[in-house]
């Protein structure tokens, strides 16, 4: 490929890390929502059981259309105003958000907002309001939320237009200190040219499994091509 023609395998930054330093984590699952499972074909409002949590969905519908922007077999459209909102909390709390999104086929001029409440709904925080979205990409954000937690996204613009949304992930909150290796993204523990490799799937949305902590190299909260020029400075020792 053209990275491993330019670097070097060797390239390789090993930093140490003492096991005593490292706190066991419970046996938690991470939360994550493919909306692989479940059937919505229409935009009147509705809830319907998705492969993480239930969803209530207005305006919103499971499109797996050709125009559909996706990862799998379906993602959620949403025209302006519709509103997707899970119905039950996960109860991990959520230490980054990540999702994916992007326009429906030629649809322009679209935006989307993403809250979430610690009290099962009645008040709601914001995590981006207005996010403009055009190609599809992913979206990444650090909550630092303990506890219940749930989500809902509105999309913003004229109700002809759609937005596609897909993959929402929900890290779990961390409440004691876990050393994580800034760029490891396939963490083998170790940052060398296959993390580069990693990283550049997950930013053209071939690959949806990683930890957003680690993959956002440059701290900027978003998972994006300048985290790969970021790490491949690291894997220089620039």
């Not at 322009?108 to 709601?124: F, H, I, R």
Request: with cysteine.
């Amino acid at each position: 490929t053209m990275v491993d023609s330019v670097f070097h395998a060797d390239a390789v930054i090993v930093v140490p890390v003492d096991s005593t330093d490292i706190q066991p984590e419970p046996d938690i699952v991470d939360f994550f929502e493919d909306f692989e499972t479940g059937t919505k074909g229409a935009y009147a409002e509705k809830s319907v059981v998705c492969t993480a949590a239930e969803w209530n969905m207005a305006d919103a519908l499971l499109g797996t259309l050709a125009n559909d922007q996706k990862n799998g077999v379906r993602s959620v459209r949403m025209k302006g105003g519709g509103t997707v909102e899970m119905t039950e909390d996960y109860a991990y709390g959520c230490d980054s958000l990540s999702f994916y999104a992007g326009l429906y086929g030629s649809d322009k001029g679209m935006t989307l907002s993403a809250y979430y409440s610690t009290d099962g709904g009645s008040n709601w925080q914001p995590v981006v309001e207005e996010l403009a979205v055009s190609t599809w990409e992913s979206f990444a954000y650090r909550l630092d939320v303990e506890g219940d937690i749930r989500l809902r996204f509105v999309c913003e613009g004229s109700n002809t237009k759609r937005v596609n949304l897909d993959d929402v992930r929900m890290t779990h909150y961390v409440t004691e200190e876990i050393a994580l290796l800034k760029g490891d993204v396939n963490e083998d523990g170790q940052v060398t040219i296959a993390d580069v490799t990693a990283l550049v799937n997950i930013v053209l949305g071939k690959a949806t499994d990683f930890n957003t902590a680690i993959a956002d190299v440059n701290e900027d909260g978003q998972v994006t091509i300048a985290d790969v020029t970021a790490l491949v400075n690291t894997v220089l020792g620039k």
